[in-house]
């Protein structure tokens, strides 16, 4: 199974779009900038990915944005087969991993540039960043 997920294996007419909030527009401004980012407590610096409104430690709503080195590693991932928009056959990975200089902060995203048989958890990993529409980046992983 060889594993090239990318704008292109997209159908015609398929888009992914994004939906910003307060709690997650820095993400996103910074994502279009290709720099990776958490969000962290402003006031005892907790990282939580998804970023919610308030610190789930200290319930404080100030936040921090700082730009993360975008590497990680990968805590898990799946196989899937199908195209989620067309059902067709396409080989695609999805993971969670932990994201580097933001301890206990998780992303889901996508692993390319690899043969879905060789993914393994723990192995290591760099963000890339997916064109998806409106001048917006997905960011994506591919192995270090």
Known sequence: MSLEYGPAQLLPGDKIAISTDTSTEPFWQMAREKKLTACQCAKCGHFRMPPTPYCPECQSREMNWPELPGTATVFSFAICTRSPYSGEPLIYVPVVVDLD???????????????AEKVEIGMKVKVDWNPIQDGWLLPVFRPV
Do not use: E, K, M, T
């Not at 200089?101 to 043969?115: K, T």
């Open 101 to 115: 200089g933001a301890p206990g902060a998780r992303l889901v995203s996508n692993l390319v540039g690899i043969d």
